[in-house]
Nanobody, 115 residues
Framework: QVQLVESGGGLVQAGGSLRLSCVASGRMFSIAVMGWYRQAPGKQRELVAGFTSRGSTTYADSAKGRFTISRDNAKKMVTLQMNSLKPEDTAVYYC?????????WGQGTQVTVSS
């Protein structure tokens, strides 16, 4: 099984940048379909950026052009580079791994963007 630990959240002013990291443990990371989700207060959890089963990337419309997801299988790490942050990006960000039909979630990391 895979376990996920996120880091890199924090408080940033609008227009700033943050880089979120997700480190996985376990031996199945290489076959996991990875993604970053976020959940703002009172809202449903939504996909921000992820990899498809074919290895290509997909982004929410709100993230296109500002966020970049990357993956390093050797380090068992997925990162989310977030630029030009906006107050509406404020949320708890979760790393997700889909492995053989199962969902694995990290504990989440808070991102707060001040105006």
């Amino acid at each position: 099984q895979v376990q996920l630990v996120e880091s890199g959240g924090g408080l940033v002013q609008a227009g700033g940048s943050l880089r979120l990291s997700c480190v996985a443990s376990g031996r199945m990371f290489s076959i996991a379909v990875m993604g970053w989700y976020r959940q703002a207060p009172g809202k449903q959890r939504e996909l921000v950026a992820g990899f498809t089963s074919r290895g290509s990337t997909t982004y929410a419309d709100s993230a296109k052009g500002r966020f970049t997801i990357s993956r390093d299988n050797a380090k068992k790490m997925v990162t989310l580079q977030m630029n030009s942050l906006k107050p509406e990006d404020t949320a708890v960000y979760y790393c997700n791994a889909q492995i053989l039909g199962n969902d694995v979630w990290g504990q989440g990391t808070q991102v707060t963007v001040s105006s």
